[in-house]
Every structure is written in structure tokens, then in C-alpha cells.
């Protein structure tokens, strides 16, 4: 007979307690083997691919692109031997079992359910949580009723209005319901919805015109034809685009507000002439060894950062409220806040003090390309001793940045200008960037985060002082 199998969602990083789904690359039906990419998640962290641990057939989908499902969730079905006997379906006695035989017809619970939404054991492991995800009707399956003492009278066609205000059935594969309360949910499929987003449009203003009183495609771009043609705009919320709060922007935010109220920050500015390091560029970019390497400011910065956490280590440290102890780190894990389309993440390049400056010209392109392809692993987000964030490449002078939680500083590096500076006594054109450190002052002293960015600003403004390091 069938056997079939549950994969839930694992935990991919550390400690992650959801996901949400972006791609699936199988669909019911499909044939899988192990190892193969079936799913593409969204962490907190990152984007990633997820391997099926079996082989077989997909028999259902329990999760839609876009819903966020909990770790430990079951997300998919497998059928590991097709050949068999076709699988029973779900709340059915078996194939040619009487009318009403089965637990569910006989008003009956199955063995070891538990109620109140939890989680319900099967012949196959354990279901989704209730109202953990969403999912359709499998097709040629009839939608799931809600138990009641009598059969619901037979559906009837219904006018688009009646539809619209909810007096009809969802379709299969729709979005849309009256909830208890009686508050109208808009009938719409999730590409749809996805773009009335991408729109702007609020869902609940826009009447129907699909079977139902479906929202359709057409129906969206009715609406926003005439703002195209410079007609006057609809209602306020038709210009308004709202996304929820999810993936790694929820995550930025809940870590930005923990440092903000947990450590207190204290940021030092310094501005310096870095002509000589612009010189030094310059004159490496045409050495063998570096050509072919992108090598920026940002890689002078992060060698300079490395060089001077040896005379001041406090601000490679970490706070550890839950022990009492302040942590002081030998090796330094350096994040690189870098900006891709889904959001701010902050990978780390692991012992970016052992590496040469060709070293970490190299690691800081791969992970920025890495970052923005969405490639990063979770485990490269986590880990970090100190970090840089590079607000110069935006033409930007310098800012106060808010510290990873976790670690003691962050430095951010301004662009660098053409302006009048001071040299002997004369006034003359040179490079000059501005430097902001951060730290958190429960673990860094006044003097050590001054003694720090100053010796960090040196070794930038005097490339050559790196040798008495």
C-alpha cells in the first residue's frame, strides 16, 4: 500500500522559528529524488534552498507561496512508494468501507487528538498546526466542511454582488471569506493580491467582476489605468502600498530596537586626510597580485580595523548579561553591513585578522555578491565580533550607526571628497573621509573607543605605520 510521508520545516539557521515559502520547483504529482531542490524558503536571515530528503511522488503541497509557515510544520507529502495502493484519502474509511464508518462519520475522535488547534496525530505522522497554514483543496478533492448536524443545502449560482458582500462560497484556489465577525475579506487569488500591492490598491474597494465576485486581474488594472494616463488619482488607500512585516525586515528591526534600548551607545567622529592610502590604491592596483581584485577603500578599512583591535581589544567584545561576564574575543569575525533587495544583512568574514589585505579585497566582493544574489547562508549571519558599515559608498559623509547586538562597535565609513585641507601651513586639495564609531559603553571606555578610532584613522591616513604593528 502507499506509504506516505511528511516533511516538516527545519530549522535552517539558529534558532529560527519560521519561514516563508517563496518558490516551490515541484507540484502535486511530480516525481522527486533525494537531495533534490524542492522549495525555496525566506528565513530571518537569509534565502534558501531546501533539499527533499525522499524519494517518490509529491502528493500535496501544505503550504502557498507567501504563507509563513513554524518550524516543525509539515510542509509537503511524499508518496515513497507510488506502486503501491493508492493513499487513503483524508477523512474517508478506506476504499469500499460502508457509509459512516470511518472515526469522523461516526462522530467519533481519532486516537490520541488533541483539541483546542493543536497538533492532531494521523497514520502519518502529525498534521499542521490548524492555524498554522492555509492551504487549498486538492484538485479533484471536495473541500473540507465544518461538521454540523445536518448536510448544507446544495450552492446555487449567486450575482456578483451577492458574492461580493459574501453571501456565496469561496472558489477552489481563491483567497477570500467572511470571517465570524462579518467584516467582507475580498475574493482574490494570491497573484493577484500580489499585485494589488505591487499597485497600491486596497482590495476591499475594488468590486468584482469574476465568477463570485472574484477580483480579477483586469479589475486591478481598470482601476489603475487612469492614474497611467495622468487622470486624477482614486482614493487615498489606491496610493498606498502595504507589505507585511516579515522575513529579514522583521528581523532587522526587533535586533535594531534591542541594541537601541539595551546598550548604551556613545559614537566619536574623526576626519582625516587619506590621500596616501588613495595613493598606495593606486599604486597596488597595478602590481600583479592585485590585478583582477576589486580593491577598495572599504578593504584598506577593514585591515586597519584588524590592525588596531591588537592595541585596543575591548572593542572586540562582547556583553554577556545572562552570565555576568564581558567576553574578549582573540580572532576577529568582522561583519559587512550590505544592502540587497531584501533587506539589510550583515555577513561575516571569519578570521579577518589572519588575512592580508588581498585576502579580504577578495572576501568582500564575494560576499557582497553573495548578499545580494540572496545566496548568503544563515550560518554566515551569526557569530560576528565587530562591525563595518560602509555608508560612504552612497556618497554619504558619515551617520551614527546602531550596534549589532552582540558586539561592542561599529564602524561606519564616510565617502571620500575632494576638500581644502591643511598640509604645512597650506591650504590644498586632498582626499578626505569621515569616520564614525559606535560603541557600547557598558564595555568600552571613553578612552579606549578615542584610542581605537585614532589609531584606525592613522593607519588609513599613513598606510605605512601598519609595519609597527
Known amino acids: 500500500m502507499a506509504s506516505i510521508k511528511q516533511f516538516p520545516l527545519p530549522d535552517v539557521g539558529e534558532g529560527l522559528t519560521e519561514a516563508e515559502i517563496l518558490t516551490w520547483h515541484v507540484k502535486p504529482g511530480d516525481t522527486v529524488i533525494v537531495n533534490q531542490i524542492i522549495v525555496e524558503i525566506e528565513t530571518a536571515k537569509a534565502a534558501v534552498e531546501l533539499p527533499c530528503p525522499f524519494a517518490g511522488v509529491v502528493t500535496e503541497l501544505f503550504a ?32 469500499g468501507a460502508p457509509a459512516g464508518s470511518s472515526p469522523a462519520a461516526r462522530g467519533e475522535e481519532p486516537h490520541g ?14 498534521g499542521p498546526r490548524a492555524a498554522a497554514v492555509t492551504r487549498r483543496p486538492r484538485r479533484g478533492a471536495p473541500a473540507a466542511s465544518p461538521p454540523t448536524p445536518a448536510a448544507p443545502p446544495p450552492a446555487t449560482p449567486m450575482p456578483a454582488e451577492a458574492a461580493q458582500a459574501g453571501a456565496g462560497p469561496a472558489g477552489a484556489g481563491q483567497t477570500g471569506a467572511v470571517p465570524a465577525g462579518g467584516a467582507m475579506v475580498p475574493l482574490a487569488k494570491p497573484p493577484v493580491r500580489k499585485l494589488a500591492r505591487e499597485l497600491g490598491i486596497d482590495l476591499r474597494t475594488v468590486p468584482g467582476s ?4 472574484v477580483i480579477t486581474r483586469e479589475d486591478l488594472q481598470r482601476i489603475a489605468q487612469p492614474a497611467r494616463n495622468g487622470a486624477a488619482a482614486g482614493p487615498a488607500t489606491q496610493r498606498q502600498r502595504r507589505e507585511p512585516i516579515r522575513g529579514v525586515r522583521k528581523a532587522t528591526a526587533a535586533a535594531m530596537v534591542s541594541s537601541a534600548f539595551t546598550a548604551p551607545h556613545v559614537t566619536e567622529f574623526l576626519t582625516l586626510d587619506v590621500t596616501p592610502m588613495m595613493e598606495l590604491r593606486a599604486r597596488l592596483k597595478e602590481q600583479p597580485q592585485f590585478r583582477g581584485v576589486k580593491l577598495t577603500p572599504l578593504a584598506f578599512a577593514a ?3 584588524c590592525l588596531a583591535v591588537r592595541r585596543t581589544p575591548e572593542v572586540n567584545a562582547s556583553w554577556d548579561e545572562a552570565a555576568g561576564e564581558i567576553v574578549y574575543f582573540d580572532y576577529v569575525h568582522l561583519g559587512i553591513a550590505a544592502a540587497t533587495p531584501r533587506g539589510l544583512v550583515v555577513p561575516k568574514i571569519r578570521d579577518a585578522d589572519a588575512m592580508a589585505l588581498r585576502e579580504l579585497a577578495v572576501a568582500l566582493d564575494g560576499l557582497a555578491t553573495t548578499a545580494r544574489e540572496g545566496r548568503t547562508p544563515p550560518g554566515d549571519m551569526v557569530g560576528g565580533t565587530i562591525t563595518i558599515t560602509n555608508v560612504g559608498v552612497y556618497g554619504v559623509d558619515t551617520g551614527t550607526p546602531i550596534l549589532n547586538p552582540g558586539e561592542s562597535a561599529i564602524l561606519a565609513l564616510g565617502a571620500i571628497r575632494d576638500m581644502p ?3 604645512d601651513g597650506v591650504v590644498v586639495p586632498r582626499k578626505v573621509c569621515q569616520l564614525a564609531l559606535s560603541f557600547d559603553h557598558r564595555v568600552v571606555d571613553g578612552q579606549q573607543g578615542s ?6 584613522g592613522a593607519l588609513l591616513a599613513d598606510p ?6
Open 451 to 456: 584610542q581605537f578610532l585614532a589609531a584606525l
Open 64 to 95: 502557498e507561496p507567501g504563507a509563513t509557515v513554524q518550524v516543525g510544520t509539515p510542509i509537503i507529502a511524499i508518496d515513497l512508494d507510488p506502486a503501491g495502493a493508492a493513499p487513503v484519502p483524508e477523512g474517508s474509511g478506506g476504499a
Open 421 to 423: 585641507w591643511v598640509v
Open 464 to 469: 605605512a605605520l601598519a609595519i609597527t604593528y
Open 303 to 305: 585591515r586597519a580595523l
Open 210 to 213: 469574476g465568477p463570485g465576485g
Open 113 to 126: 487528538a488533541e483539541r483546542s488547534g493543536e497538533r492532531v496525530a494521523n497514520l502519518v505522522g502529525y
